[in-house]
């Protein structure tokens, strides 16, 4: 199984501040990773899917970057409503899987 | 517009068998897959399995392979999951989540709420 690793566990942020979330995969995925966000108690919201394209109404300063086995997921100055939980997925190979992911959280 | 409305919270016993619901509404149920993960209290996301609703065949992770059925019913566009022989290791929210070819859930459940207790 592709193994996705999540970096850092835990962002702590102002909101202004911009950030980028890393996700690193065991074995190379091509660009088939996707970015979701989930704050609490809600379901997964996909924002970035294929590594870096955007999705109809997400706002756009979340962008995501790399291939490989190195993504990058950045947010142009964080607003309060980003503070949440943030998973990468792979749909290279079966089974599926997500990174640990990525709390970001208020400083 | 999309939706996928997955049925009410669960309490079943151990040992038991619960079935959990996810109705499809505002696409052609049959030309997406619909996707099954699942989520414990804080904790990340794992991926259960799928099933092509236009032709009932389903993948499973291997780790849930012997827990978990997938079936779907065309006719009322609805995709069930049965998860048997239960166990507080299988407390959790399920959601169900409509992936294209493409691999990427665009939308997802509500999310079904088991807990498994005596």
């Known amino acids: 199984d592709i193994v996705l690793t999540q970096s850092p566990a835990t962002l702590s942020v102002t909101p202004g501040d911009s950030v980028s979330l890393s996700c690193r995969a065991s074995q190379s995925i091509s660009n088939n990773l996707h970015w979701y966000q989930q704050k609490s108690h809600e379901s997964p919201r996909l924002l970035i899917k294929?590594?870096?394209q955007s999705i109809s109404g997400i706002p756009s300063r979340f962008s995501g970057s790399g291939s490989g086995t190195d993504f990058t997921l950045s947010i142009n100055s964080v607003e309060t409503e980003d503070f949440g939980m943030y998973f990468c997925q792979q749909s290279n190979s079966w089974p599926r899987t997500f990174g640990g992911g990525t709390k970001l959280e208020i400083k | 517009q999309v939706q996928l409305q997955q049925s009410g919270a669960e309490l079943a016993k151990p040992g038991a068998s619960v079935k959990m619901s996810c109705k499809a509404s505002?696409?052609?149920?049959?030309?997406?897959?619909m996707h099954w993960v699942k989520q414990r209290p804080g904790q990340g996301l794992e991926w259960i399995g799928y099933?092509?609703?236009?032709?009932?065949?389903?993948e499973y992770n291997q780790k849930f392979k012997d827990k978990a059925t997938l079936t779907a019913d065309k006719s009322s566009s609805t995709a069930y999951m049965q998860l048997s022989s239960l166990t507080s290791e299988d407390s959790a929210v399920y959601y169900c989540?409509?992936?294209?070819?493409?691999?990427?859930?665009?939308?997802w459940g509500q999310g079904t709420t088991l807990t498994v207790s005596s």
């Open positions: 294929y590594a870096s």
């Open positions: 099933i092509n609703p236009s032709t009932g065949y389903t």
């Open positions: 505002g696409y052609t149920f049959t030309s997406y897959w």
């Open positions: 989540a409509r992936v294209g070819s493409s691999g990427y859930g665009d939308y």
